[in-house]
């Protein structure tokens, strides 16, 4: 099988290389090593154009995409909606039309925005309707619809709060900041799960592997078991590195003024991709102690 991996870069993609490298996924038990994974990023193939996403998949016989680029700038995005809308879902259904073309299989990466603002205290499910409140949410939500409507076999999983060691993300900023400021403000009225982007990578490596993708099409919700604050999560990180000369206090959202409204509980319900497909969910402190010794 043929798997072509866009985005490959940033956060997930990088993590998919180190699943495909490590050939070991969920179970440590490779069923099919001679898949064939193709790694790309814009310099290798801009997935704006339709006929070079289409030419791709057709030269390189592909059978799966894995969709792991995005507009993820949330403020940003606020004034650069063009290329969001253009990125995050114009760009999706040109992989949706090329793989479905090919007769082939689209996972793509959502987004716990597509929910937007608060849902009370009970974890987000899949049928739940959704109510993005920024322009990222918006074109995450229309890249799912692209989907939809392209007909295409895919499977879409929504995540939250991603982190790993590669780019930029809130466990090396405050990795950063807990080790060089003497007091740090962390927001507490926003809760969630933080999402190790290994353990995402790893859990679709596994499912491309064991072929589970043919059958169980749709939209699934991923994020590491548990719930915590921007605050929590904070505190466990400068816990975790060392940092114990940061006086780490928390503070309301309103005192960090933002063009998003950003959810106050995007907990993610993960039960309908546990049931389908087996696999048990890391808890995200054990997650976050694994990045951070792999820094």
């Known amino acids: 099988m043929n798997i072509l991996v866009t985005g490959a870069n940033g956060q997930l993609g990088n993590c998919m290389r180190n699943a495909v490298n490590a050939r070991q996924g969920y179970n440590k038990q490779v069923e099919n090593p001679e898949d064939h994974y193709i790694f790309t990023d814009v310099s290798e193939l801009d997935i704006t154009d339709a006929d070079a996403v289409t030419k791709a998949v057709k030269e390189n016989d592909i059978n799966v995409i894995v969709n792991c680029a995005a507009y993820t700038n949330v403020d940003k995005a606020e ?25 082939g ?11 937007g603002g608060s849902s009370g205290n009970t974890p987000r499910t899949e049928e739940e309707p959704t109510n993005p409140t920024g322009v990222y949410g918006e074109t995450k939500l229309h890249g799912e619809q692209e989907i ?33 400021k003497p007091q740090l403000n962390v927001v507490f009225d926003q809760v969630g799960t933080p999402t190790y982007a290994q353990d995402l990578a790893d859990a679709i490596f596994h499912i491309i592997d064991n072929r589970l993708m043919d059958g169980n099409e749709g939209i699934y919700h991923y994020s590491n078991e548990g719930v915590c604050s921007w605050y929590d999560f904070t505190k466990m990180i400068a ?25 106050s509980y995007s907990v993610l319900d993960k039960s309908k991709f546990k049931q389908t497909f ?9 997650s976050v102690k694994k990045c951070i010794s792999r820094l």
């Open 79 to 103: 004034t650069d909606a063009e290329f969001a809308e253009l990125l995050n879902a114009k760009a999706v259904r040109n992989l949706a039309d090329a793989i479905k073309s090919n007769n």
């Open 105 to 115: 299989t689209l996972i793509h990466i959502s987004t716990d925005y597509v929910f």
């Open 239 to 263: 816990e975790i590195a060392g940092n114990s000369g940061c006086d780490i206090q928390p503070c309301h959202s309103d005192e960090f003024p933002s063009p998003v409204v950003r959810p």
């Open 148 to 180: 939809e409507r392209s007909g295409v076999k895919a499977l879409v999983f929504r995540t939250a709060w991603l982190y790993s060691e590669y780019g930029k993300n809130f466990v090396k900023t405050m990795l950063s900041l807990t080790a060089t």
């Open 278 to 286: 087996g696999l048990k969910v890391p808890y995200w402190t054990d």
